[in-house]
Structures are given as structure tokens and as C-alpha cells.
């Protein structure tokens, strides 16, 4: 709010004047706009710039009328700039310095020259009136009609967690649609709401720009003063039927019937912005034939970014439709994932997962795979037509001498015109099985059946690879692939051929060895800290969006005592966690503790390895390190609040009872019943809590816990745990302090006062009834 403020400010402190025109033109002062000096002709020389008295412009000029006030020794200066103003460059080779005395009913034409290495991007250009004396004092700005021909594309990415949005000029496009690959820091980015500039920044073409601003509905996006962008809100499930730029405010979960309708648009792009629809998974419900999470039809150049679809009997189908692209992250757990019937659609990096088909193609359905994931590790690209991508629960063995690198894909006709071309599987370095490069890629065929294979058929064909290696010359990542229409074709798979000497067992990192101390002229023999962590469980399931205690162990193996311990789970971005401090670990002593992971509710489902470290606090020593394995899978229900508002500092009188206000809402999929607050990790500090409630699904409260503490002096650093009838629903850091009371809070203020409240009516009483 504070930005917005600034810049309106900045706006109002500029003098404004009502009859102030100014235009660009030629030398007969008719209104000109400029085009991109380019002409497809290697032997003519062109500015590659917005550039006057070039091949395709003429010599330009700036006409001013009307200024109502009298200036003299002022700068013109034509820029880029900013909506409000603030942020600006020059695109003139030099400003012009002239005096505007007796302008006030009469016009007068200045010859400018734009630069062929400023003026580079399309534009609405702003004139500034600057004091000669004083550069820092603008005294007119007037954003001009004319333009630098052109158009910029857009991309929005939304950061969901820390609610930052990035936009990206992505591309920039003459007036004759020719791509400008011009690469200077002159675009100026303003995000404009109610007409009012909120945000703005410069930068470089194809930088992602970070603005601490969520899209709220109906902003508009300007480049350099030229209109580029409109973003409309949409809040699942309903209907998309008006072309545009869609950005989803908020995830749908346990939906029961098709969530979203995409019909008779054209160029219309939806930004799932990390938010998920969900579908309730149940017969009756998502899973019933013909329900779709989205469904696209009869439309043309549809984009989905950041898809997230998941629990529906199709995640994504697309019918009567050309130029649809579906862009990552997922469309999981669904019994088919996408379904295409009578279109075309592209599909980049999205992870898909499924009952049945990951792909199922028919009537002329046709879709491009470009680096697609399917179980379990496989990666593929392809062109295909009335097909099905299955992926291969149970692989076919291995011949002799080959070795997979634990990629397989089921590609099926599903009817008899059906093909796919250039089948390419992506992998990275250093290759599963011990393989060194990939050789083959083998179609298979056979029975499957009673859990075996029968009557295997392998026909081997030569793959093209394209490798790529970091600057040391390692391998990273490449692909293979075989440049081959196939129109009878089952399971494929990458084979090698060559393998590599068995990979050494990791050695474990070596305790920290701490540095011997000087003591009376000797050196004192070091004991190291000795802390062995174990946890109570390796592997465990979580569903996104639900919180998940896990046990553990810390053990003083060493002969010293060891002190200021921090268990800490390092969780990937968007999770929660708190770690669990010990003040000091007795010499053989173990420390039973807990520590509480909740999944970001938007994750991808999959696997994950957290590191779950015992760290020394006082010189960041890592002592220990255990890992914990995390299967997210799609959420279906979950006790969960989201904490709007806490403290994660608290300083507390000794031996009180003072009450906390946290503001809660319940944004899981159940009411919550007795919901209390517990603070681990904070005995010394904290003798008890008292408070319970129920919530509401979809309720939010402000709700005061009254905390019972100890003796002054203690810190302690603990864990918020919100609990309920329903599980545990909510963690939160808190680090408390005890002090001792004040004078006052050792009187008991209160009673006093309310005792000479009490005597001081009664005297009132008295001189009364003697009056009478």
C-alpha cells in the first residue's frame, strides 16, 4: 500500500497542465509514428532501431502547443518511461534545451533525433519538460499518441508461497511482426490497477522481473506505455467462454463433477499460478464416465501453465480443438490423464499418472509429447496419432548383454490409422543399471499373463543421441531417439550395451573433528561431539496440504556433554517445519523427540528425500544426518488451519497466566473439534496451556490460548502444535523469553482499584442520602 501511495503522490507533485499538447511529426507537423528501421535486404544498411531520418522513417519532429505556462532554459526530452512517470531513459541521441516563453496559443516544431542505440523497443513514448538548472526537477510529463510500432508477449509466472509475481517480456515484435533481439535494460514494466500504477520495475527482455503484488482481478500490463496484457481472475469450477489471460485465485478439492469448461475462445491462456483442481475420487463422483477436470473444446490456441489436475476419470480432455499446449506441472492419480478426441495438443514437461492411459488419443486426436514423465522414470517425447502412452507396471526382462536404463512406455493404436513418429526417451547422467550411453531402443512385444511374460519378441533399432556435458567436460543429461514412423508398435525401451564398474557405496561424511585447546602450557586432548540420530520411521506418506509427526532419537554416543542442539528437517520450498533445540545432550544420555513436516497443499504428488540434520547451533556443525523418504500423494481429506496470524516471539511475565491471540481459519476438509494449542520443546519456559475450541470448515476466528509460565530468566525455543479431535492440523516456531514481573504486576492492581471503586460509590451514596 505504501508503493501505491509513493507513486500516486509522485503523480500529483508533477504540474499538470489541461491545455499542454505535444505530438511527434514530420516536417509539415502531421502526426507521425515511427516503425523499426528494418529491411529484409543483407545489402541495405538499417539502424535496427526505432531510428528518424532512416531508410523507413522520416526526419521527426516535436510539435508542442498551448502551454499555458511561460518557461525558459527547459530540457525536451522524449523517453521511455514507466505509467506513473518515476522510472525513465532517454531515447534521444541528446535532449534539446530551447525556451517555451509565449507558447501559450501558438504551436513551434523541435527537430529531435532518436538514438539507433536507445530507441530499440516498441513504445508510447512520454515527453518530459525538465529544468535546465535543476535536472532533478520534472515540470511536465505527457505521455504522447504517437507510437514506436510493435507489441510485446507476455508470460506471468505466480509464486504462490511467498506471493511474489514475475513477468517476463518474452518477446518483442516489430510492426512488421519481425522478432527484436535487442538485449538492453530499457522496457519499463508497470502493472496498472483501476488505472492506477501499483507496481513497476525495469528490465531486460526475457529477465523474469519479481513484484511483491498479487493479481487481484482485472489489472492491466504495460511495456514501455504500450498496452501488452489483461489478466481476469478465475476461481474453479465454472466456465471459461471469453477469450483472454486467465490466472487461477484459488484451488478447487473434492470436486465431484467436471471443474472447469474452456469453449469457443481463441487465444486465451490459463495460469494455474501453483494451485491445484481436485477431484473427490469417489464412483459416484470424479470418477464417473465423461467427468473431466477440465474440458477444452471448440476452441483455438488455448494454453494451460503450471496445469495441476488430479483424482478425476480424465484429468484433461480436449475435443473439436486445434493449438491447445498444455504446459507442466501434473495431472495425477486420474484414471486417464488426457484425453484427446478431434484435436491437436501439444504437451511440455507434465508429469502424468494414471489407472489406465496416460494419453488416449482417438477420431483424428493428435498430440505432440515433448519431454513428458510417466511412472516411473521415464521421460519421452513423440508424435502421435489416434494412439494410447501407457506406462509399464511390470517391465519385460532383459536380454543378455543389454541393460535398461528404467525407462518404458506402452504405446498402443487405438485404432487402425494410428502412428507415432520419432520416439525419444530423455535421461540424465550418471545413467540407472550402471550403463554408459544408451545404444538401442528395442521395440518388445509379447503376452503378459498370471504376472509373467510370454512368446518376447525384441527388434533392436540404432538410436541417435544427443548428449551434453558441464565445463568440466562431465555428462549431464541428454536424449535418444530413432527417426522412425511406426504404425505397429507396442512397448519400447532404451537399452545399453556397455557397462561401467559397480558404483563405489557411498562413504558417509566424517564426523567434524574439533580443534585441541591450550590449556596450562599443554594441549588438551579433544573429545568429539559423538551424536547419533536415528529416526523412528524412514518412509512415510503424506497427502498435500496435511501435517505428519515423526519420531526420533538423539543419542550422546561421546564422553563430553554436548550443547545447543538443533534437529532440523531441511523440507523443500512452500513446506513447514520447526526444529527442536536441546540445550545440552548428556554424555550417554538419549533425547526422545518429534519434529512436525506439513506439505505444501499445491505439491507435486511423489517422492521426496528430506535431509533431517543434528546440527551444532553454536558454529553450524553438522554432527548427524538422516533421510527421510516422503511419498505426497494427492490430498483426499485433511484436518488442516491455515495460521494467518501469531506471534513467533513471545516475552512473558514469570509464574502468570497471559493470554495469546492467534487468528485461524480452517481451510482442511473437516470441522474441527477441541482445538488446543501446545507449545513442545518449551517446558522450561511453559508450565501449561489452557483453551479449546471447534471450527468450522471454511471458519476463520480470532482465538485466545492462556499460557501458564515459569520461573524468569528461561528462553526457550519451541513449536506451536495445533491440535484437534481431528489430528494435528497446524505447527509454528515460536521462540519465548521469561521475564521478571514489573512493580505493578506484583501488586494486585486490580482488586485494588476495584475496592476503592467500590468505597468511593459508597461515600457518593452517603453524602446523598444525608443531603436528603
Not at 413 to 426: D, Q, S
Not at 647 to 673: A, F, M, R
Amino acid at each position: 500500500m505504501r508503493k501505491l501511495w509513493v507513486l500516486v503522490c509522485v503523480l500529483i507533485s508533477i504540474k499538470a497542465s489541461s491545455g499542454f499538447v505535444a505530438n511527434i511529426t514530420d516536417v509539415n507537423g502531421t502526426s507521425i509514428s515511427l516503425v523499426y528501421d528494418l529491411i529484409n535486404d543483407t545489402q541495405v544498411r538499417t539502424s535496427w532501431a526505432y531510428k528518424d531520418s532512416s531508410l523507413r522513417n522520416p526526419n521527426a519532429y516535436l510539435m508542442i502547443c498551448n502551454l499555458s505556462e511561460s518557461y525558459s532554459n527547459v530540457l525536451l526530452d522524449l523517453r521511455y518511461a514507466s505509467e506513473s512517470g518515476n522510472l525513465s531513459e532517454s531515447v534521444l541521441v541528446l535532449p534539446l534545451l530551447v525556451n517555451l516563453t509565449n507558447l501559450s496559443s501558438s504551436c513551434r516544431l523541435f527537430d529531435i533525433d532518436t538514438s539507433a542505440f536507445k530507441a530499440l523497443y516498441p513504445a508510447r513514448p512520454f515527453l518530459y519538460v525538465v529544468n535546465a538548472s535543476s535536472l532533478n526537477q520534472t515540470l511536465e510529463i505527457k505521455k504522447l499518441s504517437e507510437i514506436f510500432n510493435g507489441s510485446y508477449k507476455i508470460g506471468v509466472d505466480v509464486d504462490n508461497v511467498d506471493k511474489i509475481t514475475y513477468i517476463t517480456v518474452t518477446k518483442i515484435f516489430s510492426d512488421t511482426g519481425s522478432e527484436i533481439n535487442a538485449s538492453a535494460k530499457y522496457l519499463f514494466v508497470t502493472i496498472m490497477k483501476n488505472s492506477t500504477p501499483v507496481a513497476e520495475a525495469r528490465a531486460y527482455p526475457r529477465s523474469p522481473i519479481p513484484f511483491n503484488y498479487t493479481f487481484v482481478d482485472e489489472e492491466e500490463v504495460y511495456v514501455n506505455g504500450i498496452f501488452s496484457l489483461k489478466v481476469k481472475m478465475f476461481t474453479p469450477c465454472g466456465v471459461i467462454n471469453e477469450s483472454g489471460y486467465y490466472i487461477l485465485n484459488a484451488s478447487s478439492w473434492n470436486v465431484n463433477d467436471t471443474c472447469m469448461i474452456v469453449e469457443n475462445v481463441t487465444n486465451t491462456f490459463i495460469n494455474f499460478a501453483n494451485l491445484t483442481i481436485d477431484g473427490d475420487f469417489s464412483v459416484n463422483g470424479s470418477l464417473r464416465e465423461n467427468v473431466c477436470g477440465i474440458v477444452i473444446r471448440n476452441a483455438e490456441n488455448v494454453s494451460l501453465y503450471d496445469t495441476r489436475v488430479q483424482h478425476f476419470r480424465n484429468g484433461i480432455c480436449v475435443e473439436n480443438s486445434k493449438g491447445v499446449k498444455i504446459y507442466g506441472t501434473h495431472a495425477s492419480e486420474n484414471y486417464n490423464s488426457i484425453y484427446v478426441k478431434n484435436a491437436t495438443v501439444e504437451l511440455y514437461g507434465i508429469k502424468l499418472s494414471s489407472i489406465s492411459d496416460e494419453v488416449y488419443t482417438e477420431d483424428g486426436g493428435k498430440v505432440k509429447l515433448n519431454d513428458v514423465k510417466i511412472p516411473e522414470q521415464t521421460r519421452i517425447s513423440f508424435t502421435g496419432e489416434n494412439i494410447a502412452l501407457k506406462h509399464v507396471d511390470d517391465p519385460p526382462p532383459d536380454r543378455s548383454g543389454y541393460k535398461n536404463i528404467k525407462q518404458f512406455a506402452n504405446i498402443t493404436k487405438t485404432e487402425v490409422n494410428g502412428w507415432v513418429y520419432k520416439i525419444t526417451f530423455h535421461y540424465t547422467y550418471p545413467l540407472p543399471n550402471n550403463v554408459t550411453h544408451v545404444v538401442y531402443i528395442t521395440k518388445v512385444d509379447g503376452i503378459y499373463e498370471n504376472g509373467a511374460w510370454k512368446n518376447l519378441t525384441y527388434i533392436d533399432y540404432q538410436a541417435s543421441k544427443q548428449d551434453f556435458s558441464d565445463e568440466t567436460g562431465k555428462l549431464t543429461h541428454g536424449y535418444a531417439w530413432i527417426d522412425i514412423n511406426f504404425t505397429d508398435f507396442s512397448i519400447f525401451i532404451p537399452y545399453g550395451l556397455n557397462i561401467t564398474a559397480p558404483v563405489p557405496k557411498p562413504v558417509p561424511t566424517p564426523r567434524p573433528t574439533p580443534t585441541p585447546s591450550v590449556v596450562s602450557g599443554k594441549v588438551e586432548k579433544a573429545v568429539p561431539p559423538r551424536l547419533n540420530l536415528t529416526l523412528h520411521e524412514y518412509e512415510v506418506t503424506i497427502q498435500q496440504g496435511e501435517t505428519k509427526e515423526i519420531g526420533f532419537n538423539l543419542t550422546n554416543e561421546g564422553r563430553a556433554d554436548v550443547f545447543n542442539v538443533l534437529v532440523q528437517a531441511f523440507v523443500r520450498k512452500g513446506w513447514l517445519t520447526a526444529g527442536v533445540h536441546y540445550d545440552v545432550v548428556r554424555a550417554g544420555k538419549t533425547k526422545i523427540g518429534k519434529f512436525y513436516i506439513k506439505v505444501y497443499e499445491n505439491e507435486v504428488p511423489g517422492v521426496y528425500y528430506i535431509p533431517v540434520k543434528a546440527i551444532l547451533e553454536d558454529n553450524n556443525i553438522t554432527v548427524d544426518v538422516e533421510i527421510l523418504k516422503v511419498k505426497v500423494i494427492p490430498r483426499k481429506k485433511v484436518a488442516k488451519i491455515d495460521i494467518l496470524e501469531i506471534l513467533p516471539y513471545l516475552v512473558l511475565p514469570e509464574y502468570s497466566k497471559t493470554p495469546i491471540s492467534v487468528l485461524l481459519e480452517n481451510t482442511g476438509d473437516y470441522d474441527l473439534h477441541n482445538l488446543t494449542l501446545n507449545i513442545e520443546g518449551a517446558e522450561k519456559c511453559i508450565e501449561k496451556t489452557e483453551g479449546s475450541y471447534s471450527l468450522k470448515i471454511g471458519e476463520k476466528k480470532s482465538l485466545t490460548f492462556y499460557l501458564y509460565t515459569k520461573k524468569a530468566g528461561e528462553k526457550c525455543k519451541g513449536v506451536y502444535v495445533f491440535k484437534s479431535k481431528e489430528g494435528i492440523v497446524g505447527v509454528y516456531p515460536v521462540i519465548i523469553k521469561i521475564r521478571p514481573k514489573t512493580l505493578l504486576e506484583r501488586i494486585r492492581i486490580f482488586p485494588l482499584i476495584y475496592l476503592i471503586w467500590t468505597l468511593l460509590t459508597i461515600y457518593m451514596l452517603y453524602k446523598r442520602l444525608r443531603k436528603l
